[in-house]
């Protein structure tokens, strides 16, 4: 055994950071103590206590794992799984942050093999194809961090910069008292470690963010919380929960368009749309897409314009805006192209033909948001698919078409190549290939025009099954066909090119009315109306001849009046003003028009609580933070904003009333429902829903600067309903037993589920009533029979710790522990609990349909279920929920009642504070509720343990 002490060891970090005062922290428990913090830094004792070893076989390999009190799992998946503790810390808005080891005793033991964090996968599964989500854990290669034959972690305490939560810059400082270096297979035990945090600035001055009603999550995870000053509240400046308007200089309108093309809207168009053109100036009419100003053409009584559609994850509407301008409104650019005879004159060009269709989804490709997601069909080999299109007037030439065909792997075999794929058109065979992976296969292929036939063609894709691979799934992604057309028009439409660069002469049949009109395109936010063509008859139709200084790049179109494109809809634009710096708002409610109504009470509620409430029509958000057009990025942008510029202090809380759907552009066809959209990021489960995204919003980081939730509703009925719950458990005024009586229920396939809930248990105040429902102990009764009971006698808490699925909470013998079905019958409707689950997505919330999370359903339960819940929308981790839910528990019941959403948001930033690890924790747990609902806890002088069994 070797022991050693090193002394002042610095590392120095460069940050801007935020400044406050002094600040005197309680000293943590096991083993951790703050010796001394002052505006110029800290100092930070750990003294180590209880260490354990377990031995642990793997694979038939031992394995060690060592733990103490006061340490929690932090290491990234691959390295070895060493414990730690972090801490959050404010730090001076300038100036440099050092970090000095004073004092170091370690020993070292030989012959240490540490069990490696491990990785996880999805193996089979996509929750929005309703599958269940298996996940399989798999060799996790070592990151950079702990690689190479030296100690890991290089130094056994560390400090780094995390961002700025609600104003307070802070950092995270890491002890990390055992490192391991597998050169010799060596642990180091730190025995004791003395450390300074030393600040180059003082800790002096209040931030006006620092908001009194945000301190009580913030005091429970800086440990040099106490003392910081905070700013005062402002006055109340109550007002009637309404949409905010700025008063109407001029209409405006909205015109919405999904596909490129040349619009036209008349004026009765407009006037049906309640935008009136009598009497205006034509001329001063101005239309705007994004910032940009887009030409008109106004042919009598028509306004043409050439729109084009989004092309983003979330939509396909662009929206364009018209309005009264001073100056003028920009106009179409005309040119010239007289027909001229002797002049070349093409009689073929190529044309592209793109089809892409999207019926099957795919969460968790490897490279993440990089991939599709989306795709035409999957194939699981032997399997064969045909997919038809339909061409018209193709030229019959020599020269060869090409086709590309976009493939993509699913599974990935041992075997290589695990693939065999053949691609035939019109029953030729055109690839035989094997390939390997989840790559994209995509081959270019060639083919004789003469195989493309006008009409109905067929593509067939055969995943043969030969390889002997165990699994062999792919999916068909797209296609792009690139040949030969003539210059015929199809329905009275033609878009086209010139295959020569160099004047030419263009003849266009095939149209059946004479009133043709041509566009140069190339440019499609500055088209060009060609006049001067001639338009002759040909046989039974028409045909339009021009001469134009062509080039290979520039694009037309041609159409007959009857055939221009016609917006998707009209919507006249009442103007909000959301960029006021005269807005203010403690409480921030964001919701769809089709729902507004019903939120109101909830708003007046508040108003009388003494906060400053604004409720927030989703799509003025829209127009204001993303022109019109439907993004989840605008809510975060609209957030920002009014955090940074309203009136101080700035909003606090945020509820997002409306459902949300990861299928953005309605593939299912189930009816897309984002009333108010969710954001979406990449979990281990791949496309996860969250929305604490919404609300980072000072510095670059994942720290929540508001407390949000989120009411999952689809209806305006439904609607009414999640308010006046709320209402009724915020105005409840009889006390009764079960606001003092807890429920923990914990699956039976791990040891640490029940354990996890006894710890919980044991954080409970004294006189608290409680109940532990482990599943180990069933049969004989019936789990499902008492948790229902249970439930409907009345529980101020509902905790479920466990494995489960989106719309159940684990098994046991009998069958789901509690599930959406079983949901219906709750009737507690006088004594809702506050639901929270230690398990992986039951609280995935986006999905198509009518479909709804185990959260959403408590939540929603009309006559029953729950006031609130707390779960994740992705995977979590019992080493996490071993930080996240005691957390939760000292939060709520600290003495001084707090929110919901201050308690949840102090659990997450408790887990964030131990490891960068549980990020994913921070972004996934999602509140469905009230993020300002306090819980109607009420302490009895006595505990109360009965046995309540409801068979």
């Known amino acids: 055994m070797k022991t050693g002490k090193r002394v002042l060891l610095v590392l120095c970090i460069a940050l801007i950071v935020s400044a406050t005062s002094m600040a005197l922290a309680a000293a943590p428990s096991d083993g ?37 009190p006061g340490l929690f799992p932090i290491a990234p998946p691959g390295c070895p799984d060493l414990a730690g503790r972090g801490l959050l810390l404010a730090i001076p808005r300038d100036g440099s942050v050092t970090l000095e080891i004073l004092t170091d005793d370690y020993t070292d033991q030989p012959g240490y093999r540490p069990a490696r ?105 800086l440990i040099n919380h106490a003392g910081l000053p905070t700013a005062p509240r402002a006055p109340s400046n109550s007002r009637s929960p309404v949409i905010r308007r700025a008063s109407l200089v001029t209409p405006t309108l909205k015109i919405f368009v999904e596909e490129d093309g040349l619009y036209g809207v008349t004026y009765d168009d407009l006037r049906g749309a309640g935008f009136d053109p009598t009497g205006l100036d034509p001329n001063t009419l101005r239309l705007t897409n994004q910032g940009q100003e887009i030409p008109l053409y106004i042919q009598d009584d028509t306004l043409l314009f050439y729109g084009q559609a989004i092309s983003s994850t979330f939509t396909n509407r662009n929206v364009y805006w018209l309005a009264v301008g001073n100056p003028d409104g920009l106009r179409m650019a005309e040119r010239n192209v007289n027909a001229s005879a002797a002049l070349p004159s093409p009689v073929v060009f190529t044309n592209t033909l793109y089809l892409e269709e999207n019926h099957t989804y795919w969460q968790n490709p490897p490279g993440g948001q990089s991939w599709d997601h989306w795709y035409w069909r999957k194939l699981i080999a032997p399997a064969t698919i045909t997919v038809t299109f339909t061409l018209s007037h193709t030229a019959r030439v020599s020269q060869d078409a090409r086709l590309q065909v976009a493939l993509r792997g699913k599974t990935a075999d041992a075997r290589n190549p695990d693939h065999h794929t053949r ?153 909000s003003n959301l960029r006021s710096p005269d807005n203010a708002a403690d409480y921030l409610i964001i919701t769809h028009r089709d729902l507004y109504t019903a939120v109101l009470p909830l708003a007046a509620h508040y108003q009388t609580q003494g906060l400053r409430v604004s409720v927030v029509d989703v799509t003025d958000i829209y127009d204001e933070f993303s022109d019109g057009i439907f993004s989840p990025a605008a809510l975060h942008d609209f957030l920002d904003y009014a955090y ?227 779960s994740p929308t992705g995977l979590s981790y019992t080493a996490g929920h071993q930080v996240l839910f005691p957390a939760l528990y000292q939060s709520l019941f600290a003495g001084t009642p707090v929110s919901v959403g201050a308690a949840t948001t102090a659990a997450k930033l408790a887990a964030y504070a131990q490891s960068e690890v549980w990020g994913d924790l921070v972004e996934s747990y999602t509140l469905f509720g009230d993020p300002a609902l306090r819980l109607n806890y009420h302490p009895t002088s006595a505990p109360l343990y009965l046995p309540m069994i409801f068979r």
């Open 117 to 221: 964090v491990p990785r996880y996968t999805t193996v089979v599964g996509d929750i929005l194809s309703g599958d269940q989500v298996k996940m399989q854990e798999i060799a996790a290669s070592s990151p950079s961090i702990c690689a190479g034959n030296v100690f890991y972690p290089s130094q056994p305490a560390r400090v780094e910069v995390l961002g700025v939560l609600r104003g307070q810059r802070v950092a995270r400082l890491t002890l990390q008292p055992m490192q391991y270096h597998p050169g010799n297979r060596t642990l180091r035990l730190h025995r004791r470690l003395l450390v300074r945090v030393r600040f180059s600035q003082p800790l002096t001055s209040a931030d006006p963010k620092s908001d009194p009603l945000y301190e009580p999550a913030r005091q429970r995870i």
């Open 644 to 870: 940074h510029h309203w009136a101080s202090p700035s909003p606090l809380y945020v509820l997002l009333v409306g459902d949300a759907n990861l299928d953005w552009k309605d593939y299912y066809g189930t009816g897309p429902i984002n009333y108010v959209p969710a954001h979406i990021f990449d979990s281990e489960i791949g496309e996860t829903p969250g929305d604490n995204w919404f609300v980072t919003v000072d510095g670059n980081d994942v720290l929540p600067d508001m407390f949000i939730g989120r009411l999952p509703v689809r209806t305006l009925d439904e609607t009414a309903r999640a308010v006046q719950k709320i209402l009724n458990y915020a105005t409840a005024s009889s006390p009764g037993n079960w606001r003092n009586q807890v429920l923990f229920i914990a699956d039976d396939d791990r040891a640490e589920f029940a354990a996890l809930n006894r710890s919980l248990r044991n954080l409970l105040p004294s006189g608290t009533a409680s109940w532990l429902l482990e599943a180990q102990t069933y049969p004989p009764g019936n789990l499902t029979q008492d948790v229902v009971g249970y439930v409907n006698a009345g529980v101020l808490l509902l905790h479920y710790t466990g494995h489960s699925a989106v719309d159940h909470w684990g098994t046991w013998s009998g069958g789901y522990i509690l599930s959406n079905a079983n949901v219906a019958g709750l009737t507690n409707a006088s004594q809702l609990p506050f639901a929270t689950s230690a398990d992986c997505i039951s609280g995935f919330f986006a999905l198509p349909g009518q479909a709804q999370s185990l959260a959403e359903t408590l939540l929603s339960r009309q006559g029953g279920g729950a006031v609130a819940v707390w």
């Open 32 to 68: 951790l103590r703050v010796i001394r913090a002052d505006e110029w830094g800290l100092t930070v004792e750990w003294t180590a206590s209880g260490w354990q070893t377990l031995t642990l076989r793997q694979n038939g390999q031992a394995y060690h794992r060592t733990t103490a």
């Open 423 to 575: 691609l035939s058109l019109n029953g030729t065979l055109l690839d035989d290939a094997w390939w390997d992976g989840q790559i994209a296969y995509q081959p270019i292929l060639s083919l004789p025009q003469s195989l493309l036939q006008d009409g109905v063609n067929s593509l067939t894709v055969a995943s043969l099954g030969d390889t002997g691979a165990a699994a062999d799934q792919i999916y068909l992604n797209w296609l792009r066909l690139n040949y030969a057309d003539t210059y015929a028009a199809e329905n009275d439409r033609l878009a086209f090119r010139s295959p020569l660069s160099e004047t030419a002469r263009l003849e266009l049949s095939g149209f059946t009315r004479p009133e043709v009109q041509v566009y140069d395109v190339t440019l499609p936010t500055a088209p060009v109306r060609l006049s001067g063509l001639a338009v002759q008859p040909d046989g039974i139709g028409y045909r339009g001849i021009f001469t134009d200084a062509t080039t290979t790049d520039r694009r037309y179109l041609a159409l007959t009046a009857d055939r221009r494109w016609q917006p998707t809809g009209l919507a006249l634009d009442a103007p």
